[in-house]
């Protein structure tokens, strides 16, 4: 993809989310409800923590606002990821079961790309604020010394959170060409995700194996805050890696599994 086309996509995402915003706030009272419900639940994790500390208990080698400063990072990444691709997985679930798919492979532009453009979720900008927010706080408590390598590693590594989260939304879009009955790998991915909001430490070394190379879900909370924290974690980058390589596989998955597009039903 050329400089040109790049610039092009860019001013088409600005175009999509502005008329996205505007249809999301004809009904303001609804899209203010929708979208506090999603900030509420998202947070839930965050409350766990606190009455978990509260109680005397927590995890050995993390303090309450270390732990916070982790999951306030999932929650920023799960907000942006959100914003952008939280429709993709539903709108090609429900055109595929319907037979429209044929309504976006008509058009004279790249399926992906428009769906995408198509599909954005204004109503997850509360959880990317409410996320920027409690980051704000747990990094005011947690972070003693902030230092430019630092800051700089948490950009890297937040950014290759994203890409995980953008990768296992294009899988399960992706499996739903062969897979119709998918419904529930939502849930399961959203349970999978659960593992990056926590101290890796606490897992098996089988499990901190999984889910930092094979399914890089630690990226999308642990790794950015450990950065950020100034703590040295074994594997950082080589897993900042695999998360490209992770969305890269997303891509190609989704745009090999279109093929088998039949119809009705998939």
Known sequence: MDAVAVRRYLAAYRVCLRIAVRQATTYRASFLLSSVITLVGNLAFPLVTVLIYGSGAGFPGWTADEVLLIQSVFTLSAGLSGLVLGGVVFVTMDRVREGTLEIVLLKPVRPLPFIVLTTLQPESAGVALGGAVLLGWAASRSVHAVSV???????????????????????????SFRWVGNSRLPEIADSTRTFGRYPLAIF????QSVVTFVVPVGMVGFFPASALLGRSVPGMWPAAAT????????????????????GVGG
């Open 204 to 207: 098996p070394r089988a499990v």
């Open 149 to 175: 390598t630092g800051v700089l590693s948490f950009v890297g590594l937040f950014l290759a959170g994203l890409c995980v989260m953008a990768g296992m939304s294009l899988v399960m879009a992706a499996t």
């Open 243 to 262: 998360c490209v390589a992770f969305l890269g596989f997303g891509v190609w998955l989704y745009h090999h599994q279109i093929r088998h597009y039949q």
